[in-house]
């Protein structure tokens, strides 16, 4: 029993800590980060033209980076920005399906919180 409980605290540790780091970098990217990606991906002839809204930017981050790890859009980019865009694709899955098994499990009625 004192095993379980252990691997149980293991695993919300991890998930709470995916979540905080994405949470963080996300909010990086969506202020200052995309326009490093912008060079890479954006389709408009000059980079600068992207909106500086936060809100374009967040989903801007969500698209370059499933499309660079989904591999339907791959320019070659350095290491760093390669690690970047596969944490971010990473974390903003595990926080889309934690939204989503949380609305769920509000939509029907289960887990703790009901």
């Known amino acids: 029993m004192d095993a379980t409980l252990s691997i149980k605290a293991v695993l919300a540790n ?3 800590l995916i979540l905080v ?11 200052f980060g995309i326009r490093r990606l912008d ?3 954006s389709r408009k002839p000059d980079p600068s033209w992207e ?3 936060p809100f374009d930017g967040f989903y801007r981050l969500h698209k ?6 989904l591999g339907i859009r791959r320019p070659a980019v350095g290491a760093g920005l390669s690690l970047w865009l596969y944490f971010s694709f990473f974390s903003l899955a595990i926080i ?9 499990g ?7 919180f009901t």
């Open 14 to 16: 991890t998930l709470m």
């Open 96 to 104: 889309w399906i934690t939204l989503g098994l949380a609305a769920l």
């Open 64 to 69: 370059y980076s499933f499309l660079y790890s």
């Open 21 to 31: 780091t994405g949470t963080i970098n996300h909010i990086y990217a969506a202020f």
């Open 51 to 53: 909106s500086r809204s």
């Open 106 to 112: 509000r939509y029907l009625q289960i887990g703790p």
């Open 39 to 41: 060079r890479y991906f």
